[in-house]
């Protein structure tokens, strides 16, 4: 029987209420599909930082490195300024364990409210690749002349030519296997790069230099198209079925799927990967800790239970995920009432029952 040891993170504010439903459904669903997930809890988060001042510590990144799969919560803590959780756990794991994908699936599940007007599940099912390690994200700048009228800040963008080709080899093998003909031109796959080539005149001229050269070289069977990225706001909202597979840099990345998560009905069912193709991967609900919903169990633990999903997809349980996506269209289809803390009409752990009794099935 195949054995999976996951890495659990709980982590911050409503982030252990959604985990537990995201475990409670992945237990159903290897107890289905004939596997076994070894699960090992982590409390790193903002209480053990405000209890020993540690964030993610370079040994804990060294026994993540042993793990098949993290699944986390949330990080984010009322009490702890912001970027330090931030940026010494959820980034400290991405960078050291170079998980330079993060993917982030934007799809409308049936009896979710979009608030794009007469636009349905069909129109919406689309997934952003956004580059996960370059960018403003490196913290390449400073300050000079700091606390004078004079100060100066500067933190800029960086992509190496490795980076970007290997998120681009990423996308467009995404594109060629996930990618639906229907969306593209002329019965093909479509991928399309979100950039700025009229203002960043260098770092997206990189991407689309590369963007270019590697789909003619390596993928001429699937159509490139380019938007500027505030643009691929503008037509996100508008004409959403446009889009297939997106690929992006890691700022423009983060900023669109923020918007996508809302046009899929919001932060409760927004889930994403940060991914490491050769490597340990990480699993998370793209929404925040909420602090004011914690401990009620008002908390829609569905996004959560999408991340679960996407790393049985990406550990090669494909059935037992699509089993659970399966079970979350169910509920999202026949019993959440909304998908907005404390309107689902359930409560957190109903939901997980729910999900975890269909796939249990
Ligand atoms: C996200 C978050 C993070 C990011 C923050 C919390 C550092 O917004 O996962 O999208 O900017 O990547
Ligand atoms: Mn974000």
Redesign the pocket.
Known sequence: MATYKIAVMPGDGTGPEVTAEAVKVLKAAAAKFGFKLEMTEFDFGGERYKRTGETLPDSAVEELRKFDAILLGAIGHPDVAPGIL?KGI??KARFELDQYINLRPVKLYPGVATPIKDKGPDDIDFVVVRENTGDLYTGTGGFTMKGTPHEVAVQSAVYTRFQVDRCLKYAFEYARKHGKKSRGKGDKNTLALSGKTNVLTYVYDLWERAFHELGKAEYPEIVREYYHVDATCMWFVKNPEWFDVIVTGNMFG?II?DLGAMVQGGMGIAAGGNINPEGVSMFEP?GGSAPKYTGKGVINPLAAICAGQMMLETLGEEKAGKCIEDAVKFATGNKLKSMQAGRMGYSTSEVGDLVAERVAG
């Open positions: 931030e959820l980034l983060d799927t793209i």
